[in-house]
């Protein structure tokens, strides 16, 4: 019976989250390279960008330390921008601007594709095709033209600001997949004895639907980190960045701007576009070794 | 039961109808379903898959909206149900038991939990010792020892143990009607025995009405005093068991006892 037992649950698709836990800690042994790659690149990226600057002492990524695009030496370990500030210390502070913005974009996105699609999912009818309406309208206008229409729009622009002018846009893909597996999931018996137990919608949402939805929201959520830091890119190279401090998006601005590329200044862009690849490529590998691991299918090949 | 016949049914249905989709393309899984059970009484609906058994359970435990027809508990329309309060207050009455026991468990709690959520139902704002001697007497009737049933996980428990905590469920809540939707086809045949006599016992103990739904003519035979044969969403012949399976009317209910060749003797 206790084989019986543990197969019921390893094919029931709602315990992939309890069994993939279990599955992870055990394929950990074996070592899944993606994932211990990508998790450690991660660890030092956000220790780059969040302890970095205590650790040194370099609080201030705005002071002048040198002359027009220096080279790199000894003292400036990047060189100097085209006002003379020192690239590593603005590296440093970039980085943890662009996370800090990434992660509310990521949260808020994740919070209203949640809302929205399991809403729409449990609710059905009339509710489900005005929302997803609403979603795929949403969807089909190009975010990047909302986004600097509402960045024009805003005048000081702070972090806060920014990430969530690109977590309102990046919700519609979650929202979307999030409909989907609720709509599949009330359907479940247990969602019927809790219906019979009389709980109310928004406890049987919460309690019954979201807990087998939680690896899917999980690498959701990486994946809408992934798209809010390239997105925060995107609108601080065009200049529409946050205000009074740096991002890497903002320090590729002042590059093209200050001609960094063509005076042959390579301290000025390289750094910063390789970390933002270096992030965007550990962030998807992160989400790819995980899915790996939750889901069975896609291991067994 | 002869001294119920006389009076009001405690659930009875008129022209039940469920059609999903619309107009040609409609299936109706449900078509026109009347019939009635008094309180104690035991009544299987049986039916080959894709009769509309399950359907026709959902309809009746109010977790699916009828496209049609009336109905009735103790004589006062419940199908137009929609306030929580009042589908709360029906649920205190009519009470289910689902196929799979495994997958009627949010597998993220222990076994404590689905218990205590029942009742909530009840609200009655009774201490919580009193909740637990509630939930400890259900268990200790359907067969498990409270102390080591309640701590744990479904997944830790057998088919029979995990079905039987679902009935105590539904007995804390303690509901004069219970739906028993084929609350034995995922359980091994050792088991089935066990949660049958536990229905009969049931009833014995609470004079609870069941509903029995079932593709087992073997087992409605056993634990029931009426059948009802479904067929294609209608129901097709209803009567006495003895009297069904001595002389099958409907041409589907003879060819389902021809299917059971072991059964026409007894």
Redesign the interface.
Known sequence: MTVATSEHASFDSGSVFLTGLRKFFGIFGMINRRLLFSGCMLVLVVGFGVLGPIILGRDNPMKTVGGLYDPPSATLWLGSDNFGRDVFTQLMHGTRTSLIIGVIAGLEAILIGLLIGTMAGYLGGIVEEVLMAFTNVVITIPSIVILILLSIAISTRSIFAMGLIIGLTSWPWTARAVRAQTSSLRTREHVDIARLSGAGTLSLIIWEILPYMLSYVVMAFVLQLNTGILQEAALSMLGLGPSNTISLGQMLHWALLWESVRTGAWWGFVPPALFLTLIAFSLLLLQASVDEILNPRLRKR | MSAHSSQVPLLETRDLQRAFGHGDHAVRAVERVSFSIQPGEIVAIVGESGSGKTTLA?LL?R?LDSTGGRILLRGEDVTDLRR?ND??AY?RKV??V???P???????YTNRR?LE??L??L?HGLPRQEHTQRIEAALREVGLDPADTLDKWP?????GQVQRV?IA?ALVIGPELLIADEPTSMLDASLRVTVLNLLLALRKQHNMGIIFITHDLGQAYYVSDRILVMYQGELVEQGPVEKVFAMPKHEYTQRLLADVPRLRGA
């Open positions: 959902r435990l977790l929580s589908l709360k649920w009470q289910g689902f196929q799979d495994f997958a009627a468990f949010n597998q993220f689905v959520n029942a909530k139902l609200n997944h830790q428990l057998s088919g679902m469920r």
